[in-house]
């Protein structure tokens, strides 16, 4: 069935994966696909940015028509923030690993969300290093055990946390596993007008996959705890009034730049993503039960946008024309005539 | 033929000189001295005196020795000098050596206050009162310390010339036509003016005289040449990290943006990005030359290690992008704070693998301007980044010079293709590859994210690729790209900046100098003075790497060739032998790297060893 845009899914798809037959980082790649069907994303304004790393693979997987940039290992952050300041109008999605963004990419990472530039961050977050066969990253789980290296006896660092702490308007976490959540969550991200940061645990099924791993599929379904009951709503889409009400009697309303929703049905736990404190401890508290705390952990009204701050132009600085990029000789004159 | 070594100062007693000494000012850093060494150079300018400076400065915010030269030369001579003939010596931690270093015949300048005594009988002594001049001048305490140099100012237009009309016009040029502050500094200047008149009789011979050598010309730093070079060019996002002596490029492009701005919505046509390191800077370039802006950043020395990395991802994906590299004095931390050239063979050879870099090298403010659009130019025709190296001596003093000129070519956007051209490629080859190379020039054509045709994306990548830009490992597909980046190399050769050749005569005269950069005026002045003793140069000056075929012609046609370069390793020199299969034995390398700029003495004292 076509899309808005007479597209149909199999428009969006890219070249054959070459991961390992079960990667949870496919299942993501499968997600974006849909989520950009079902949005009719123009794919020529979508750029596609990623490091170095399995993660980092997968743009050449998905949305085949859309220009794609697979840059140097942790520094895809500012070839993201120099793309999308040339040209405000690009779409931008960036993948991302736990190496490439706990490790080395963590300045650039932070920096990137201090900026608040417009993009959606996916990390496909598998508590290890696959492409150079199985070491622990940052985010491997302390007490982890592995075939080669043995024993993690370092914390591990949540770039969740690291993101609500920096100063990310949007972080959500999700699970390969979990095609729904990460779906809706994918999709409220795209409608968030700023940095949005998904981390989604997506285990490796080659080097991080023992059952008792903490970011292993078994464990995963068996420990995964959603934060809330989700339903994404686009903009212009209206659904019968009595159905909402009927659905989320609870329900936390989280509209998006672009007048979408996000309808968080609270469970148990009653957490408000638009509590920053509170974001913090249960991200905290997960971590200290070694707990899978999934949902959108923390939102807050988009701030300024990069290009907003640097107080540039609406058009695209990429597609200036002539005149805007050279002054006049006689500008060049009176200019050095104040030199004189 | 006799050669004899030129006597290091020709002023021993004489009895009146004019207009061609060198006026050197000791004071402690962040003590202000800056606006006062401006005034003066800002004086003899308007009196139509050729004029210089020099500023020797601390890696340091406040308190260390700085010194500043300024040199006035009749003869139009704008290169450092190796003596001072006038000093004045007003921080006493490096006074006793700044006097020591002062020619016979010269001239100290001290404050009365300090009553330091008067150890040399060869040269003379002005003392000057300078806590009761500014005490008398009623200047706001905040104030005091900062105005004390006005004191020198004063002294030295009334003991060497220099009008108070002059004086003023020159502080309300230093302080952009403030006459709030300008008339504050002045109040002291004058006093200290009167005082010297009064109390003062001249016993030195030097004296500046009005001349017609500056009317219709500018004062300007390299650094602020090279950020209007790229404004004019076009320049659309900057992204950088602090890093001395580089800043002020930016600072620049801040400062002057403004003849950009959207003059309806008052927003800005360059977005200027302060990045969290170098590495992040030469990111976000990267990203910008890929998504179609035209990027520029300016570093120095460490910065641009910090870039290595990336640097080879744009030479090898072909992405666009301008680095400036003011240079400073390495290996590691080294001499931030000192001038020369040491990164030449590094930025030629940067980052892992094989690549080779197209590296510009402005002798002039007048070229750092030219450079400054010309890089960007350069950079999306050949696809790849251009490095364009300056340096602190070029970069952070002022220098005079000619009006720059306009651009004489329209902005160069090389082979970017918009839907249209595209959409008309694709008729006419029936297909649209990155990296084929269509034209037989090794540069292909390339598309920019946006850009609404179904066939214009393609997928950017450091690693392996064939010419379709798909992923390939395949040997044959790498040694193809490989080749044809080379070939590009070649193209890049042919478009470059090429030498510009000063010849002695219509022969080639025996010895040819090859240099590059900041080292022109002394090249200059050396040639000059080398002439005056009957030894004939031609002088070759190479703007640009790759090297040009003429660089070749030009070492085949002379008996010797010098090249004269300030590094330590002889950097150009390696780069000349590495690139030639040629017998070069009579092609000697005079290197200096001291951390100084270089001096004419210099190389006249090389040549003439070398010719003796």
């Not at chain 1, 730049?257 to 469970?267: A, E, M």
């Not at chain 2, 996002?237 to 490029?249: C, E, G, H, K, N």
């Not at chain 2, 609404?452 to 690693?463: I, S, V």
Request: hydrophobic content about 40%; overall charge negative; proline content about 5%.
């Amino acid at each position: 069935m076509a899309n808005a845009i007479g597209l149909e899914r199999a428009d969006y798809k890219g070249s054959p994966s070459t991961l390992c037959p079960g990667c949870g980082h496919d299942s993501i790649s499968n997600q974006i696909i849909s989520v950009a069907y079902d949005m009719s994303l123009p794919m020529h304004r979508v750029i596609k940015l990623s490091g170095i790393g399995c993660s980092s693979k997968t743009p050449a997987y998905f949305l085949g028509r859309s220009h794609a940039f697979n840059a140097v290992h942790g520094r895809m952050p500012s070839v993201a923030t120099g793309a999308t300041t040339a040209n405000n109008q690009l779409i931008a999605i960036a993948v991302s690993g736990d190496g490439d963004t706990g490790s080395i990419g963590l300045g650039q990472y932070k920096h990137l969300i201090r900026r608040n530039v417009p993009l959606v961050y996916v990390i496909e977050n598998n508590g290890v290093y696959g492409l150079t066969k199985g070491q622990f990253s940052a985010t491997s789980d302390e007490g982890q055990k592995l075939k080669y290296y043995g024993l993690n006896e370092l914390p591990a660092i949540d770039l969740c946390l690291e993101a609500v702490v920096g100063g990310a308007t949007f972080v959500a976490r999700s699970f390969s596993g979990d095609s729904k959540q990460v779906q809706t969550l994918l999709k409220a991200a795209m409608a968030h007008r700023g940095t949005a940061v998904v981390d989604i645990i997506s285990p490796c099924v080659t080097f991080n996959n023992a059952d008792e791993a903490n970011k292993s599929y078994a464990y995963g379904k068996a420990n995964e705890k959603p934060l809330h009951e989700y339903e994404f709503i686009p903009a212009g889409y209206v659904q019968p009034r009595e159905e909402i009400v009927a659905d989320y009697e609870d329900a936390i309303e989280v509209q998006m730049h672009d007048g979408s929703f996000i309808k968080l049905k609270k469970l148990d736990n009653g957490h408000d993503p638009r509590n920053r404190r509170q974001a913090i401890d249960v991200l905290e508290q997960a971590q200290r039960e070694q707990l899978f705390l999934t949902g959108l952990l923390y939102y807050e009204e988009p701030r300024p946008i990069l290009t907003e701050t640097l107080r540039i132009v609406d058009e695209p600085l990429a597609l200036l024309p002539d005149a805007k990029l050279r002054p006049s000789e006689e500008a060049l004159t009176n200019l050095m005539k104040s030199f004189m | 033929m006799v050669l004899e070594m030129q006597p290091r100062s020709e002023t021993a007693n004489p009895s009146h000189v004019v207009n061609d000494f060198t006026l050197m000012v000791a004071t402690k850093n962040g003590s202000g001295s800056q606006t006062s060494n401006e005034v003066l150079i800002r004086s003899l300018f308007r009196m139509g005196i050729p004029v210089s400076g020099k500023n020797l400065f601390p890696s340091n915010i406040k308190g260390l020795p700085t010194w500043y030269s300024i040199r006035a030369s009749k003869d139009g001579y704008i290169g450092r000098k190796e003596y001072n003939e006038i000093a004045v010596t007003f921080n006493e931690l490096t006074a006793a050596e700044d006097i020591s270093k002062i020619p016979a015949g010269g001239v100290c300048i001290i404050p009365a206050d300090w009553k330091w005594g008067q150890s040399r009988h060869d040269i003379t002594y002005y003392e000057l009162p300078v806590k009761e001049t500014v005490t008398a001048a009623a200047v706001p305490q905040e104030f005091r310390d900062r105005i004390a140099n006005m004191v020198y100012v004063g002294a030295c237009a009334y003991l060497f010339g220099i009008s108070m009309d002059v004086v003023r016009q020159a502080l309300l040029d230093t302080f952009n036509q403030k006459e709030k502050p300008a008339m504050m500094n002045f109040g002291v200047v004058e006093r200290a003016f009167n005082w010297a008149q009064a109390n003062l009789p001249k016993r030195d011979p030097y004296v500046f005289e009005p001349m017609n050598e500056t009317a219709g010309k500018i004062l300007i730093t390299g650094n602020e040449a090279a950020a209007l070079g790229s404004l004019f060019g076009g320049v659309s996002v900057v992204a950088w990290y602090p890093i001395t002596p580089s800043t002020s490029l930016v600072d620049g492009v801040l400062d002057y943006r403004h003849i950009r701005r959207d003059p309806d919505t008052g927003k800005e046509t360059v977005a200027v990005v302060q990045a969290e390191d170098e590495l992040a800077a030469i990111g976000m370039l990267i990203g910008a030359g890929w998504a179609g802006a035209r990027a520029m950043t300016s570093t120095s020395g460490p910065g641009i290690s910090l870039m290595a990395e990336f640097t080879g991802l744009a030479y090898f994906a072909e992405i666009p992008c301008v680095v400036w590299d003011v240079t400073r004095v390495g290996p590691s931390t080294g001499l931030p704070t000192r001038t020369g050239q040491g990164d030449l063979l590094f930025l030629y050879v940067l980052s892992h693998g094989d690549t080779r870099h197209v590296v510009l090298l402005p002798g002039s403010v007048g070229e750092c301007f030219d450079m400054g659009w010309q890089s960007l130019d350069l950079a999306e025709q050949l696809q790849t980044p251009v490095f364009v190296m300056s340096d602190l001596d070029l970069g952070m003093n002022i220098w005079m010079s000619d009006p720059f000129a306009y651009p004489d070519k329209p902005i160069q956007r090389g082979k970017t293709l918009s839907k249209e051209t595209l959409e008309g490629f694709i008729e006419q080859y029936g297909e649209w590859y990155r990296y084929k190379d269509y034209d037989q020039d090794g540069v292909g054509y390339r598309t920019i994210p946006g850009i609404d045709h179904p066939k214009a994306a393609y997928f950017t990548r450091g690693t392996g690729h064939n010419e379709k830009a798909i992923y390939s490992e395949r040997s044959e597909d790498w040694v193809a790209n490989l080749k044809r980046i080379h070939h590009k190399f070649e193209t890049a050769r042919a478009i470059v900046p090429q030498p510009v050749i000063s010849n002695a005569g219509d022969q080639p005269a025996r010895i040819g100098i090859i240099s590059y950069g900041s080292n022109d005026p002394a090249i200059v002045e050396a040639r000059e003075l080398l002439a005056a003793r009957g030894i004939q140069t031609d002088y070759l000056r190479v703007r640009a790497l790759p090297l040009a075929a003429s660089v070749y012609e030009f070492i085949r046609t002379h008996e010797q060739v010098l090249v004269i370069e300030n590094n330590f390793d002889g950097q150009m020199a390696q780069i000349i032998r590495m690139e030639s299969s040629e017998n070069l034995s009579h092609l000697k390398s005079l290197s200096l790297g001291d951390s100084l700029p270089m001096t004419a003495q210099w190389i006249i004292d090389r040549i003439v060893q070398t010719e003796g």
